[in-house]
């Protein structure tokens, strides 16, 4: 939520979400880590 929460604050400022991937970085745990990229192009 929080993640959501700061993408759409960078949308109202003209950023753009281009892609948002998860990613196992520490496969011994369950979590998973997600990561953003924005564009502001």
Do not use: C, G, V
């Not at 109202?12 to 998973?32: V, W």
């Amino acid at each position: 939520m929080t993640q959501r929460r700061d993408i759409k604050l960078l949308e109202e400022a003209n950023y753009k979400l281009k892609s948002l991937r998860l990613i196992d970085m520490f496969p011994q745990t369950h979590h998973l880590e997600s990561m953003a990229i924005l564009s502001n192009i």
